[in-house]
């Protein structure tokens, strides 16, 4: 009796680790795969005008997000919807150098460029109107990050 409770305490400890091993490779092989496909962080620089702040908002692939507006900080929460479609569009977009740039005209007192990094590339300028769907996806995606965000870029005036 002893011996059958070994043999099936021997074989059932060996189907656990086994489970317990392929659950963790399976996820460990998970992650990588998204990694790579997204390859860490991207980043949206938005310039300032006179009214408004400059922001920088850097995403990561999970939505996890950190951002400064008006030399403050802060960090939230991206949707996982909308960051898996924003890494998608960075992907259907790369080279970033090469998306097209249309120059459009700017008020000097509200005019801001938007620019997206990553890895070690840089998008020109996206805020303008285009026919490119590369450059309306990104430019509509980094509106709607800064959006769940929620911080406001309003300038704080300081005169009395």
Not at 22 to 37: D, M, P, R
Not at 53 to 63: A, D, H, K, N, Q
Not at 138 to 160: A, H, N, P, V
């Amino acid at each position: 009796m002893k011996k059958a409770f070994s043999f099936y305490g021997i074989i059932l400890g060996s189907v656990l680790l086994s489970m317990v091993l392929s659950f963790t490779s399976g996820k460990i092989l998970a992650q990588t795969e998204n990694s790579e496909v997204s390859g860490g962080k991207a980043v949206i620089e938005n310039s300032a005008s006179t009214n408004t702040c400059p922001y920088t908002i850097s995403v990561l692939p999970g939505g996890a997000a950190t951002y400064t507006v008006c030399n403050k900080t802060g960090k939230g929460e991206v949707s996982s919807g909308l960051s898996k479609r924003f890494f998608e569009d960075i992907k259907t977009a790369q080279p970033l150098e090469n998306v097209p740039f249309t120059p459009c005209v700017k008020s000097a007192s509200f005019g801001t460029t938007t620019k997206v990094k990553y890895k070690e590339q840089t998008s020109p300028d996206i805020s303008c109107p285009s026919f490119d769907s590369r450059v309306t996806d990104l430019y509509e995606d980094t509106i709607k990050i800064q959006q769940q965000l929620g911080f406001s870029t309003k300038r704080i005036s300081t005169s009395t």
